[in-house]
């Protein structure tokens, strides 16, 4: 038998060294490629307008059915910013994340950007004197923003296109009804440009509408923010609706107002039925299976309602004297006959920009707050209108 000399050992154990080294770099660097970059995840809890899937260096997500139709999905892949492409979806449009320069269709984008510290990634808005938000206005005073449209949301005729593409907008996040010959959506795909949806507009739930700020997180990168932005939201919800629950009143509501023939209500099933349930009061329409606004006639509200204790939301009038120009008949209800009339003008700015449309929609709790202070005002002594004001009877 050959004897190993001692040469021969050191030689080999130094080849096993080099092979040990090799096989550890191995293994951190096969870690390194498969290192998780999106360590915070926000799943919908409430929301069911969209769905969002991990992957270590890109996101999956995917709008489903945004006008309630079955007709349509729309899915976005968001690439972390430095990494490549996955292969695998071709049907879906491709984001690279944080995103940086956008741009929003309405309103209802802003506080969502807005509570996420984003602001300034806004460049451009479809009409924006209808904005409330002070950081916007702000930025729009000093020329960081610029108008693209003239703010009708699902109306192409009022969008600049010259405008919106000379921005190169990394995306437009965009409301839309579906109807190819007005939606705004499908003009912006026919130029090139890259629309985000946003069907938070269809969810049933005040919390569920709220949550879509996780939507948006997701495009910032921001998941950490809107998820403990949206439970805090969701608690304060939840203690006010236990204080609403403690009473046995329900008092009578209806809302809403006729204009040019048809009179507006929420459904009953609509989210803003499921706030005056959870403020503790009795909507007339409550067993109504609509999940969204409805005409009727104005016989048919005031053989429901005219006995009703509140009329909450009254549409397009401010005061009594605006109220009863529209349709003398409103006197007739003993709600006005008792003052008890309440609208959400109480943050409104000098262009008619109502901030109840903006932080309203990520603020349910105090949405909540203030209807429970009008139909249980002893059930939160502390609490001041934030967004209600008393119409009352002058």
Same mark, same amino acid.
């Given at each position: 038998?050959?004897?190993?000399?001692? *040469?021969?050992? *050191?030689?080999?154990? +130094?080849?096993?060294?080099?092979?040990?080294?090799?096989?550890?770099?191995?293994?951190?660097?096969?870690?390194?490629?498969?290192?998780?970059?999106?360590?915070?995840?926000?799943?919908?809890?409430?929301?069911?307008?969209?769905?969002?899937?991990?992957?270590?260096?890109?996101?999956?997500?995917?709008?489903?059915? =945004?006008?309630?139709? %079955?007709?349509?999905?729309?899915?976005? &892949? $968001?690439?972390?910013?430095? @990494?490549?492409?996955?292969?695998?979806?071709?049907?879906? !449009?491709?984001? #690279?994340?944080?995103?940086?320069?956008?741009?929003?269709?309405?309103?209802?984008?802003? =506080?969502?950007?807005?509570?996420?510290?984003?602001?300034?990634?806004?460049?451009?808005?479809?009409?924006?004197?209808?904005?409330?938000?002070?950081?916007?206005?702000?930025? &729009?005073?000093?020329?960081?923003?610029?108008?693209?449209?003239?703010?009708?949301?699902?109306?192409?005729?009022?969008?600049?296109?010259?405008?919106?593409? %000379?921005?190169?907008?990394?995306?437009?996040? +965009?409301?839309?009804?579906?109807?190819? !010959?007005?939606?705004?959506?499908?003009?912006? $795909?026919?130029?090139?440009?890259?629309?985000?949806?946003?069907?938070?507009?269809? @969810?049933?739930?005040?919390?569920?509408?709220?949550?879509?700020?996780?939507?948006?997180?997701?495009? #910032?990168?921001?998941?950490?923010?809107?998820? @403990?932005?949206?439970? !805090?939201?969701?608690?304060? /919800?939840?203690?006010? *609706?236990? %204080?609403?629950?403690?009473?046995?009143?329900?008092?009578?509501?209806?809302?809403?107002?006729?204009?040019?023939?048809?009179?507006?209500?929420?459904?009953?099933?609509? /989210?803003?039925?499921?706030?005056?349930?959870?403020?503790?009061?009795?909507?007339?329409?409550?067993?109504?299976?609509?999940?969204?606004?409805?005409? &009727?006639?104005?016989?048919?509200? /005031?053989?429901?309602?005219?006995?009703?204790?509140?009329?909450?939301?009254?549409?397009?009038?401010?005061?009594?004297?605006?109220? &009863?120009?529209?349709?003398?008949?409103?006197?007739?209800?003993?709600? #006005?006959?008792?003052?008890?009339?309440?609208?959400?003008?109480?943050?409104?700015?000098?262009?008619?920009?109502?901030?109840?449309? !903006?932080?309203?929609?990520?603020?349910?709790?105090?949405? $909540?707050?203030?209807?429970? *202070?009008?139909?249980?005002?002893?059930?939160?002594?502390?609490?001041?209108?934030?967004?209600?004001?008393?119409?009352?009877?002058?």
């Amino acid at each position: 038998m050959k004897i190993m000399t001692q *040469k021969s050992c *050191k030689f080999l154990n +130094c080849y096993l060294i080099f092979l040990l080294t090799v096989f550890i770099a191995g293994i951190y660097s096969g870690a390194a490629d498969t290192t998780d970059l999106f360590p915070d995840k926000a799943y919908p809890e409430m929301a069911t307008g969209y769905t969002v899937e991990y992957h270590d260096t890109y996101k999956v997500v995917q709008i489903n059915d =945004p006008w309630g139709r %079955e007709s349509e999905n729309y899915t976005y &892949l $968001l690439v972390q910013r430095g @990494e490549e492409v996955p292969d695998g979806y071709p049907d879906a !449009e491709v984001f #690279y994340v944080p995103v940086q320069n956008v741009v929003t269709m309405g309103v209802v984008h802003i =506080p969502h950007i807005s509570e996420l510290g984003e602001i300034e990634t806004i460049t451009g808005h479809n009409g924006v004197k209808q904005v409330h938000d002070e950081g916007f206005q702000n930025r &729009l005073s000093n020329g960081d923003i610029i108008e693209v449209g003239s703010g009708a949301v699902s109306m192409t005729s009022t969008l600049k296109m010259e405008d919106l593409i %000379e921005l190169e907008p990394e995306l437009i996040f +965009c409301v839309a009804n579906g109807n190819k !010959e007005y939606d705004n959506h499908y003009k912006l $795909l026919e130029a090139g440009l890259k629309p985000v949806l946003t069907a938070d507009w269809m @969810e049933n739930d005040p919390l569920a509408r709220a949550e879509w700020i996780k939507f948006f997180s997701l495009f #910032y990168n921001k998941e950490k923010e809107a998820n @403990e932005y949206f439970d !805090e939201i969701k608690q304060n /919800y939840n203690n006010i *609706k236990e %204080e609403a629950e403690q009473t046995n009143e329900k008092p009578t509501i209806f809302s809403g107002i006729d204009y040019q023939g048809g009179w507006y209500a929420p459904g009953g099933k609509s /989210y803003v039925a499921e706030l005056f349930r959870d403020a503790g009061g009795d909507y007339i329409l409550g067993d109504n299976e609509e999940t969204g606004s409805q005409m &009727l006639d104005f016989e048919t509200v /005031y053989d429901k309602a005219y006995a009703a204790d509140y009329w909450i939301n009254i549409g397009y009038a401010n005061d009594n004297d605006e109220l &009863l120009a529209l349709d003398p008949r409103f006197a007739k209800f003993d709600a #006005y006959k008792n003052g008890n009339v309440y609208h959400y003008n109480a943050r409104v700015n000098e262009n008619g920009g109502n901030d109840y449309w !903006e932080s309203g929609i990520i603020h349910p709790d105090i949405v $909540l707050a203030d209807l429970v *202070k009008i139909l249980h005002p002893d059930l939160l002594p502390d609490h001041e209108f934030y967004y209600y004001t008393h119409i009352g009877q002058e």
